[in-house]
């Protein structure tokens, strides 16, 4: 009897049932919203601190101080007091909205807590990296763009490096994954990549979110692969296998550097533009501000997001190639398309598993879950004796 692939994609996902369907795709919907609200948000921000003169006030007690010093203080304190006037937006959009779909149960202060901890990380690196931006604005000239992409990099691989080691724990707790028949297959998936199986972990990610997730993070000896216990109590072995084969697919594949490219090049594109912009949209606001001016951040930040909100189908493209040559690393190291087809449904929870093809293009940064599924079925006919 012939496999119908067709036919085994439709019963994978319509086991969801009817009403888990509709729950997805409204989930789904109100996150591509989030995006626009976001955006006009921030916009409503900026104009408060321009309106206001925030900036200028900070810089006044500041004029007799290096370049370096005033960038840094005032883009630390542009981040720091714009999340803090967002509060509001970030918990309805991060938390509320999340516990109202089932997808987290983390208490309000827990999430309070881990903010306040990000703010004031995101604070401090953004000062650093916005401080290096404003240097070569003033120092490089009409080039800063190309030079400031090449600081984008830097940063960016830092993160990546020192992230599992500083970051990461700071809001979830690692521990080694116990010994048992999950630890011993994926010491054998890790082996294949040259990841140390000592670098195998399990971490609480229940503590942020209900979603069935693994990870592989890091770069050379800080790479791990990482378990959610949401993960390890939800799901089989050998949807584990799937699922981690998966993120190790992205590892070997090199993919990282992929996007750390990808980031690079689009840095250097939005600086350009935004330095074209920036006068523009200072008029627009009512600020006098000048693009190599600390105080003008704001409105800096602004065209950089108008610019990333309009590149999300060009980020999203290279994203999904990337998880399609992972899905295939999976099926070709675990071969197990069956599991993969289960745990892809799981997720499919949060994420409209049968998207129009617009959406997908201009939204999905994962091919559609159908696809994901229906790709699996495609392996399992194409290899099953």
Known sequence: MTFDVQQATDTYINSLGIEALAKATAYTSGSHWILLWGFLISALTTWVFVKYGILNKIDAKLNKRSLWLRSFVISDAFIFLSSLLMLPWSIYSDWWREVSYG???QPIEDFLSQGGISLLLSSLLGGLF????????????????????????????????????????????YTPLPQGEVREALEVLAKQANINPDRIFVYDGSRQSNRFTANVSGLGSSARIAISDVALKSASLDEVKAVTGHEI????????????????????????????LFSKVSRSIGSASVIADPIGIAVLLLCVSFLTLLAQPVINFVVRQGEIEADQYSYQSVNLPDAMATALVKTAEYRNPRPNAVQEFIFYSHPSVEKRVKAAMEWKAQHSK
Do not use: C, D
């Open 103 to 105: 997808k987290t149960s």
């Open 130 to 173: 916005f401080s290096g931006i404003y240097f070569f604005i003033r120092r490089v000239g009409q080039f800063w763009w190309a030079w400031s992409g090449g600081l984008t990099a830097i940063f960016i691989t830092t993160m990546m490096l020192l992230g599992p080691i500083w970051i990461e724990p700071l809001f979830n707790k």
């Open 249 to 276: 697919g992205h590892y070997v594949s090199g993919h990282i550097w992929n996007l750390i490219g990808t980031a690079t090049v689009l840095a250097m594109l939005f600086f350009y533009l935004a330095n074209a």
